[in-house]
């Protein structure tokens, strides 16, 4: 079956709006070129908060957002329409996260000091001294990457185990486990602001 | 009571609705009995409202705009790519036909050469015919290729194939402009230092022009400008110069008296020479406009007799109507060619000045049964010994290394260590107090992951692991290789003692 074919088999039982990602897929497949202006604007903030919150600093996020919207746009005549867009565009912007920890990972082994120069401040005495959501920011931030993107997939995107499996391309138990244990390290990161969280 | 491993797990899927109706059954009856379940269950729950409840960065109203600026740079750049590649692009392209080609026909540019090669041989050594054609072989000639070590190809321009052998006793071929040289042994000198009669004379000229087909088909050429020299030709001068000498043998029991030394001790040489030489050889030496190069092929004597019996038939003006002067004219800067093909010869060409050599033949010593020499044993002893050294050194260098850190104090106070990757070194000249030893691997990889602890350093130490264990194992079944071979050296050592007594006794 032709890609042709198998989107006109799909689309009927997909589409519930007109607005529906893949019905915008479909214009830009056929030749219009603004569809994926529209395909952009739903879905920008969402890519660059998922950077933002995956690499822990603003630095390298309107680079890497573009970087994942280009590919997109390149890629986007293969798109199988047998999965959610998001799904595929977050998977997307996970693999160019890591390709860009990947990097700076070399890069800090190279420098002469290490990155690590980031700490959780200490609990001050007052809660109005400190911003609980920055302390939990860094705490995400401390979290390793294969446990800190399936949280944020979850809790900050709102995925589904299925929808976090396919976009990592891992099973759902893995899923499952490693939002667990993320929470479990995030738990003790945050422990000595438990009184302010809770 | 403490809570599983597996129901805190369940307590976190529970909260994002991932478990069965029996799971989630189970952990809500938990929850609501248990003040520990109910604790996890709730700060879980407030982690994850902490973590959705992040703000959001602010909107980036320009960000469609760049991102279109971007996506059609982008097109352009690549087509600019394709416009200003080409050339880059067409090579690619044949280099992967290349590539292909090779794959699919190994052996394509080495069939290509050889059937030019044998294109060009073919072409050269068609039509070929005798000399005389081009110089008429008379008899001082004749007496001048055997003594004087020269034959004129083309009285016109004064060519001559100078053929001889050098002091040496290597065969050489050189294709030049005849020099007058006073010093050369004529036939008057010949026939007047012997004092020969008329009678003689003839029988001289006998000897000598009874040589002139043998010369005339084995130098030959045609048409293309191609000049043939059978090897047998060398054979043909050394004949005639024994037949003379031997000759005058006969004449005058002192020939050294009107002969120079040199000819003399040549000509000896020259019995054994003949003797050994097959006169049947079709391997002929190419001089041509546009290489040089051996072949061997089929000369039909016959028909070059033919074509020499009617040339002698025409005077000597109607010959020159048949000439065929092989005018080869290379302007090549000096050089020495060394030819691929037959590594038995050897091309010198300067102007228009061809020399050829041919070398000498070495034979390759034969061994003697068995050839170990001890001198060799102990050589791969020593070896094996360094060996081991050498690994060991090799492996303390890896232990002792150093690098250099500096303790910094964080926001807390808690003191951190910050690593120098440029202060890494591995190996001797490192200052004592920067100096660390490690026992083990293990340690090493302690202190490593102190700096480096992530999974990617830990894989690789993993793989690290494997290699060595791998190169371990393969220096493991060298040694035990060479220890077999050692003690077969010693076995033929021992062996080789024992055949030298016997061989001496029998003596």
């Known amino acids: ?149 399936p949280l944020l997939l979850k809790d900050f995107e709102g995925l589904s185990y299925i929808e976090i499996a396919e976009a990592e391309k891992i099973e759902i138990g893995t899923v499952k486990s490693r939002i667990f244990r993320a929470r479990e390290m995030l738990r003790k990161i945050l422990e000595p602001y438990k009184k302010d969280l809770l | 009571m403490s809570i599983s491993y597996k129901d805190l797990e369940k307590i976190s899927a529970y909260i994002d609705g991932g478990l069965s109706d029996t799971e989630r059954a189970y952990i809500e009856e938990r929850i609501a009995t248990s003040k520990e379940y109910k604790k996890i269950y709730d700060e879980y729950v407030a982690l994850k409202q902490s973590v959705s409840s992040l703000p959001s960065l602010p909107e980036d109203l320009y960000f469609e705009t760049r991102l279109m600026q971007r996506i059609s740079e982008e097109k352009s750049s690549f087509l600019k790519i394709i416009l200003t590649k080409k050339p880059v692009l067409v090579f690619t392209l044949l280099t992967i036909f290349l590539m292909l080609l090779l794959r699919e026909y190994p052996d394509f540019f080495n069939d290509s050469i050889n059937e030019g090669q044998k294109n060009l041989a073919a072409f050269y050594s068609q039509n070929l015919k005798p000399l005389v054609f081009a110089a008429d072989l008379n008899k001082e ?25 050098d002091k040496d006793g290597k065969e050489f071929l050189e294709m030049k402009f005849s020099e007058n040289n006073p010093s050369d042994f004529k036939l008057d000198h010949f026939i007047s230092s012997l004092n020969l009669t008329p009678e003689q004379e003839k029988e001289v000229d006998s000897i000598l022009l009874s040589y002139s087909d043998d010369i005339a088909t084995n130098i030959l050429v045609n048409e293309n400008n191609a000049l043939a020299v059978s090897k047998n030709i060398w054979s043909y001068q050394n004949a005639i110069r024994t037949d003379l000498l031997q000759y005058a043998a006969k004449i005058s029991k002192d020939v050294s008296k009107f002969l120079h ?75 020495t060619v060394e030819a691929n093909a037959d590594n038995d010869i050897k091309v010198f060409v300067g102007g228009n000045n061809i020399k050829i050599e041919l070398r000498k033949i070495e034979i390759p010593p034969i061994p003697n049964v068995p050839n170990i020499s001890s001198n060799e044993t102990q050589a791969v002893v020593v070896s094996i010994d360094s060996l081991d050294e050498m690994i060991e050194d090799a492996v303390n260098k890896f232990k002792a290394f150093s690098f250099s850190w500096t303790e910094k104090e964080n926001k807390k106070g808690k003191k951190k260590n910050h690593f120098f990757m440029d202060s890494l070194k591995i190996g001797e000249n490192i200052p004592k107090e920067f100096q660390f030893e490690f026992k083990k691997l293990d340690s090493l990889q302690h202190y490593l992951n102190r700096f480096f602890s992530d999974s990617l350093t830990n894989y690789n130490w993993k793989e690290w692991n494997e290699n060595m264990q791998q190169f371990q194992k393969e220096m493991e079944k060298f040694r035990e290789e060479m220890n077999l071979w050692r003690k077969e050296s010693e076995k033929q050592k021992q062996q080789n003692k024992k055949t030298e007594i016997k061989f001496n006794l029998e003596i």
Not at chain 1, 69 to 86: G, P
């Open chain 2, 141 to 165: 000639a004749i007496f001048d290729f055997a003594f004087n070590q020269t034959i004129p190809i083309n009285e016109s321009t004064g060519q001559v194939l100078a053929l001889g052998r």
């Open chain 2, 261 to 335: 030394k040199d000819i003399i001790s040549l000509s000896n040489d020259d019995k054994k020479f003949i003797s050994m030489t097959d006169k049947e050889n079709n391997n002929f030496i190419f001089i041509t406009p546009d290489t040089f190069f051996t072949k061997q092929i089929d000369v039909d004597k016959k028909l070059l007799e033919k074509d020499l019996f009617t040339a002698k038939k025409l005077d000597k003006s109607n010959r020159t109507v048949l000439n065929i002067v092989p005018n080869i004219n290379i302007n090549v800067k000096k050089r």
């Open chain 1, 1 to 149: 079956m032709n890609k042709k074919e198998n989107l006109d088999k799909v689309l009927p039982q997909q589409i519930i709006t007109l607005d529906d990602d893949f019905a915008v897929i479909k214009r830009f497949i056929d030749g219009e070129q603004s569809a994926f202006k529209i395909l952009v604007s739903r879905h920008k903030e969402k890519v660059r908060n998922l950077i933002y919150l995956t690499l822990g600093q603003t630095d390298a996020i309107d680079d890497i957002s573009q970087e994942v919207f280009i590919s997109v746009y390149r890629k986007l005549h293969l798109f199988r329409f047998e999965s959610q867009f998001t799904t595929w565009l977050y998977r997307i912007t996970i693999n160019k996260c890591r390709d860009h920890l990947r990097k700076m990972k070399i890069k800090s082994l190279f420098s002469p000091f290490s990155q690590d120069d980031e700490n959780i401040p200490a609990p001050p005495s007052k809660v109005e001294d400190f911003d609980v959501q920055e302390i939990v920011k860094q705490g995400i931030a401390k979290l390793p990457d294969k446990l800190r993107i």
